[in-house]
């Protein structure tokens, strides 16, 4: 678990690929697990002032993209909190051939603990 003290945001592309869903579904237990809040990418990408007032006053954010188009890290690169971006094709699922299901759910949640938090 997490340090937490710390303010700890965490973001999803939540696109319409197989790896994006995967990434959503992600997001959404490292936050059941206490690693941090899950928030809205959308607000920030949407310019919202009080999410992205929120969103820097972070002590760390933690994007996760399902591709290489790499949107949550394009929509978060001018926030000035601490940032971890991971991309589930470094960690071996590919677009097309990832469906979002338990056992890649788990294999993606594992490998981002062990080598990324």
Do not use: W
């Amino acid at each position: 678990m997490r340090n937490e003290n710390k303010k700890i945001l965490i973001f999803s592309c939540s696109g319409a690929a197989d790896v994006g869903d995967m990434a959503d579904r992600v997001t959404r237990r490292l936050s059941k697990e206490g690693f941090g809040k899950m928030y809205c990418l959308a607000g920030v990408g949407g310019k919202l002032n009080s999410f992205i007032d929120e969103t820097n006053s972070a002590d760390q954010i933690i994007a996760i993209d399902g591709c290489s188009h790499e949107c949550a890290k394009h929509t978060l690169q001018d926030i000035v909190s601490d940032q971890v971006f991971v991309n589930l094709e470094s960690l071996g699922f590919q677009k097309g051939q990832s469906p979002a299901n338990g056992q890649n759910i788990k294999d993606a949640l594992d490998k981002i603990k062990l080598e990324v938090l």
